[in-house]
């Protein structure tokens, strides 16, 4: 009998149409590789040198505001620009361009220079999701900007070069590469399935599984899951059990359970090896040019981590040219988080 | 007028039909985050501890023979094997899955523990296209391999934990993500162009631009070209002139060519930032069972190092969750490549 927990088998990623190769019995390989240095730094409440720290100096320049909660300003190297001269794509098989206007900004999530999210309080972490849900419709008045990404880069293995609590907003003329993917994958589904939505049905199937075998917990609005098709290790999707296509659509009680279980999922993370765990984090939602219900919106948390603080999975020869491999199943990492606390270490 | 040196951009890779986001302007951030450990060890050429030194002892308690050239062994932690149950593919459009099995192994380049390719000569890496070539053929006499996928992981960086210079061969019975995208967008290349293959008219475009923008060297058979939708900064492609769809299809000139190629474009990777470049290889070449000649063999060189021997490129945030993005142009990093010495720095 085939045995998911031992024998290797590829599992399929709907929302990006592609294959996962997953071997359970490779967990075992020992790791003589490089070893990541563990974020178990003190720091403190304000940081003079800090460029995010309320009331410091910045690149460009100007002083921040001595802000209380939340402060977005835009990013000083940003990858993309207002004014540029506009450039169609052009139509060539092989070498093939277009122009991308747009901005960036970054979005500080507290004042407080030592905290995380994951150590923040539900109703300022409630700020954090009102400040992307109206930067979202700020842009929405921006011809030139019909995509909004938001994301955060927590850790310095995850390329974040500054602790203090932040994630950025790129705002593209263009919907880019993964949102797009996924949202022409969902419209197919819609299209087979009787105009049924890919994400309800998967919130779903986890909820109706019996034994909840990816579900890490849920609450009024929210399921947060391993998916079956995860890549990382530990990585996990939030999702509405109900249909909601942006931030925007969302109510007071929906903020507030959106802000309860990025706390509940990031406390976790940190308590899994009781080090502040690095991820990259996304929210994919509609596009602001779009006038279909097709996309439903969701977290999606990617944590490189693999066995402790130090060791974490490279997604490197085999995934970069072949397909990602996972050791660990999706079911496994779920039954790992769904046994840890709540109440981060550093406050037990 | 839109100037591809300081406008953003998005280019189009028409071998996995995806977008890649140039920011030229943002090459001058300055990076404060994680730096890497730049690898300047002097090692011996033997290491009475590594496990891939002939004659030494490895993990499952075989020794390895006193080889002289290249070494081939299974991979003692394979992350698919021949004796497993079957499964196919079940029908379900949300949770869908299939079994892999496979075979991995292990290519040591050379008995020297203290050489990487790019300190070969030509007629020792000859050996190991050589012995890619033997076991590519090996590999079509089983049954439960459909696809061999040869790659390097090289340095810390890259998740390789042994600086015995080695690569892998996974074998699967699926034709792994990438090269199954590759194909199949080749293949709708060939329908649209009157049985054209994409590749050799990629090769022919660069060969025929005057200023030869995106090429780092050629010879007899070989085109080293930093492709026009390059994601990593210092990516590169080895791409055959001729029309060659799988190792075992090369003459004995075209192994040679190869083996330079491999050794010049390595050679001139350590010499960019004087440190052993990390880097991920990987080679694209017909599946075992296709009966086509859609494939054209490649070699994709995937390089993280940015600015030194100790800053690399984060794919990371808006990489992971919108679409990969880079700052440096193609054309600014074959400029780069092309003005470097052929002589390795340790050996200057
Ligand atoms: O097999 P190795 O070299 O120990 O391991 C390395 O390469 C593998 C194939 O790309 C990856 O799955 C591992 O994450 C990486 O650390
Ligand atoms: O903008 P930051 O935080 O300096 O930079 C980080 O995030 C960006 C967006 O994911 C990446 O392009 C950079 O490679 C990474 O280092």
Redesign the interface.
Same mark, same amino acid.
């Given at each position: 009998?085939?045995?998911?927990s031992n024998?290797?088998?590829?599992?399929?990623n709907?929302l990006t149409k592609?294959?996962v190769?997953c071997?359970p019995?490779?967990t075992?390989?020992?790791?003589?590789?490089?070893q990541e240095?563990a974020d178990m730094e003190q720091r403190p409440e304000y940081d003079p040198k800090c460029y995010l720290c309320p009331g410091n100096h910045r690149?460009n320049g100007e002083d921040n505001p001595k802000y209380e909660s939340t402060f977005r300003f835009p990013n000083d190297?940003?990858?993309?620009?207002a004014d540029? $001269?506009?450039?169609e794509a052009n139509d060539d098989?092989?070498?093939?361009?277009?122009?991308?206007?747009?901005e960036c900004h970054v979005i500080c999530f507290s004042p407080r220079h030592d905290l995380t999210l994951a150590e923040m309080p539900v109703q300022d972490i409630k700020k954090v999701v009102q400040i992307w849900t109206s930067s979202y419709l700020e842009m929405k008045k921006k011809d030139y900007v019909n995509h909004v990404?938001i994301?955060?880069?927590k850790g310095?293995?995850?390329?974040?070069?500054?602790p203090h609590p932040h994630g950025?907003m790129?705002c593209?003329e263009?919907v $880019?590469?993964? $949102?797009g993917?996924e949202l022409s994958a969902m419209q197919e589904?819609k299209e087979?399935?009787d105009g049924k939505c890919?994400l309800c049905?998967?919130a779903q199937?986890e909820l109706n599984d019996p034994e909840r075998k990816r579900t890490v917990f849920e609450n009024d609005s929210f399921l947060v899951v391993v998916p079956?098709w995860a890549v990382w290790p530990f990585e996990v999707m939030v999702l509405p059990k109900q249909h909601i296509g942006s931030l925007p659509e969302m109510n007071d009680k929906q903020q507030t359970d959106l802000a309860d279980a990025i706390r509940r999922i990031t406390c976790r993370y940190d308590n899994l090896f009781q080090t502040s765990f690095p991820y990259?984090?996304?929210?994919?939602q509609k596009p602001l040019n779009d006038e279909t219900d097709t996309a439903h919106l969701h977290l999606?948390y990617?944590p490189p981590l693999l066995r402790s603080a130090t060791v974490r999975k490279?997604l490197?020869?085999?995934e970069?040219?072949?397909? $990602?491999?996972r050791d660990l199943t999706p079911e496994q990492a779920a039954t790992r988080l769904r046994e840890l606390s709540e109440v981060h270490y550093k406050q037990q």
């Open positions: 009998m085939f045995d998911f024998n290797s088998h590829r599992r399929y709907p592609s294959w190769l071997s019995h490779r075992q390989r020992p790791w003589q590789g490089q240095g690149a190297f940003a990858a993309v620009k540029q $001269p506009e450039l098989d092989l070498i093939k361009v277009e122009g991308v206007r747009g990404q994301f955060e880069n310095a293995a995850m390329g974040c070069s500054n950025q790129w593209t263009s $880019p590469e993964e $949102p993917k589904y087979k399935h890919m049905d998967y199937r079956f990259s984090m996304g929210i994919h999606h990617y490279f490197v020869g085999f970069m040219l072949g397909e $990602p491999q």
